[in-house]
Nanobody, 114 residues
C-alpha cells in the first residue's frame, strides 16, 4: 500500500520560512517524479514544484526564486523549502508521486499571516 505523508506545515509570519517534507512508502521512490501542489480555499489545485528522477527541478511562476524542491532517494523523501512567504502562499500543500501510477498525500496546511 502506497503512502505519502507530508509534514512541516504550520503558521508563519509573512517573510518567514518553512520546510515541508513528504516521505513515501510502498513504492519505488526513485522511479517517480515527485511534485508539490497546493490548493487555497475556493481555488483549484495548482502546481508548485517538481523534481525529476534525475534531479531536474521545475517551479510554478508564483514561487520561482522563493521555493526550492529537492529529493533524498535513500530516505524516500522530497522536500519543499519555502522562503519569503507571502499571505497568498496560504494553502493546503500536497505531495504527488507520478510514475506508472499517480499518488497523492493527505496534505499539510500552511498559513502565512501576521
Amino acid at each position: 500500500q502506497v503512502q505519502l505523508v507530508e509534514s512541516g506545515g504550520g503558521l508563519v509570519q509573512p517573510g518567514g520560512s518553512l520546510r515541508l517534507s513528504c516521505t513515501a512508502s510502498g513504492m519505488f521512490f526513485r522511479f517517480h517524479v515527485m511534485s508539490w501542489y497546493r490548493q487555497a480555499p475556493g481555488k483549484q489545485r495548482e502546481f508548485v514544484a517538481s523534481v525529476s528522477l534525475g534531479g531536474t527541478c521545475n517551479y510554478g511562476d508564483d514561487v520561482k526564486g522563493r521555493f526550492t524542491v529537492s529529493r533524498d532517494n535513500p530516505k524516500n523523501t522530497v522536500y519543499l523549502q519555502m522562503s519569503s512567504l507571502k499571505p497568498e502562499d496560504t494553502a493546503v500543500y500536497y505531495c504527488n508521486a507520478a510514475g506508472q501510477d499517480v499518488y497523492w498525500g493527505q496534505g499539510t496546511q500552511v498559513t502565512v499571516s501576521s
